[in-house]
């Protein structure tokens, strides 16, 4: 049912030290940073050849990955995001493996513009898990 890795999220504290770490040390395309307020982060792309990776700091007072730095005081990974091809069909046939879809389990309209849930990480081996659908 997956399809491909669409990208690896990355909470950070300081999203212009991330980037400049993938820009300059790593050599990477990066995005501009573009406040995304709906969602409580702040996003740069950077893109590989093979998928992207998404940097997320902190936007606004209750913002998602706040507790996860609680947590993670240097940053980590956040999620993974799988690509799927329909995400109501994909999310019937998770619900009906015992998956747990977060929050109200219906798909919003993600950083890129395109449908997506997130499921439990309890569920998917401790990995927060992302599908979109592409
Ligand atoms: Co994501």
């Not at 040390?25 to 709906?38: F, I, N, R």
């Not at 702040?42 to 050849?49: A, H």
């Given at each position: 049912?997956?399809?491909?890795?669409?990208?690896?999220?990355?909470?950070?504290?300081?999203?212009?030290?991330?980037?400049?770490?993938?820009?300059?040390?790593?050599?990477?395309?990066?995005?501009?940073?573009?406040?995304?307020?709906?969602?409580?982060?702040?996003?740069?792309?950077?893109?590989?050849?093979?998928?992207?990776?998404?940097?997320?700091?902190?936007?606004?007072a209750d913002s998602p990955i706040a507790k996860f730095l609680d947590r993670n005081p240097d940053g980590g990974i956040h999620h993974i995001c799988y690509e799927v091809d329909d995400i109501?069909?994909?999310?019937?046939?998770?619900?009906?493996?015992?998956?747990?879809?977060?929050?109200?389990?219906?798909?919003?309209?993600?950083?890129?513009?395109?449908?997506?849930?997130?499921?439990?990480?309890?569920?998917?081996?401790?990995?927060?898990?992302?599908?979109?659908?592409?």
């Open positions: 049912m997956i399809g491909r890795l669409n990208h690896v999220a990355i909470a950070v504290r300081d999203i212009a030290k991330a980037t400049a770490i993938y820009r300059d040390t790593l050599g990477a395309s990066v995005s501009q940073a573009v406040a995304q307020p709906d969602h409580g982060v702040t996003t740069v792309f950077i893109t590989l050849p093979n998928t992207k990776i998404e940097l997320l700091e902190p936007l606004g109501l069909a994909a999310r019937e046939r998770l619900k009906r493996e015992g998956a747990r879809v977060l929050g109200s389990g219906e798909p919003r309209i993600g950083a890129h513009g395109k449908p997506v849930l997130f499921l439990h990480p309890k569920d998917f081996s401790g990995t927060l898990v992302e599908l979109e659908q592409a």
